[in-house]
């Protein structure tokens, strides 16, 4: 079966960093492109970032550019958000997401993915 599971969230002070991390078990993530999502209580789920199967493509969400950093180790069956300089505004629970494409245009849509973690929360306060 199919699964996603998020790790490294918790609580972190703003300028600080945090690691988030994804693993697949029941496939092999050679021919996904995973995005990560987030929600933030009583907004929409919104893209953060995406990486192709590769790893050569990667994409941003302007609000986390130059702040945020994706990368996927395949032989592991991980894909990591690596986040420095939080801000509060970066609170939300995080999502991985999996689609069997090698890359995909609206990478930022939730409905191009079929596969989801159930999330981990990052909390960013003083």
């Known amino acids: 079966q199919l699964q996603l599971v998020e790790s490294g969230g918790g609580l972190v002070q703003p300028g600080g960093s945090l690691r988030l991390s994804c693993a697949a078990s029941?496939?092999?993530?050679?021919?996904?492109?995973i995005a990560w999502f987030r929600q933030a209580p009583g907004k929409e789920r919104e893209g953060v970032s995406s990486i192709s199967s590769s790893g050569v493509s990667t994409k941003y969400a302007d609000s986390v550019k130059g702040r945020f950093t994706i990368s996927r180790d395949n032989a592991k069956r991980t894909v990591y958000l690596q986040m420095n300089s939080l801000k509060p505004a970066d609170t939300a629970i995080y999502y991985c997401?999996?689609?069997?494409?090698?890359?995909?245009?609206?990478?930022?849509?939730?409905?191009?993915?079929?596969?989801w973690g159930q999330g981990t929360q990052v909390t960013v306060s003083s």
């Open positions: 029941g496939f092999t993530l050679d021919y996904y492109t």
């Open positions: 997401a999996a689609n069997r494409s090698p890359i995909i245009t609206y990478w930022y849509r939730t409905q191009a993915y079929g596969y």
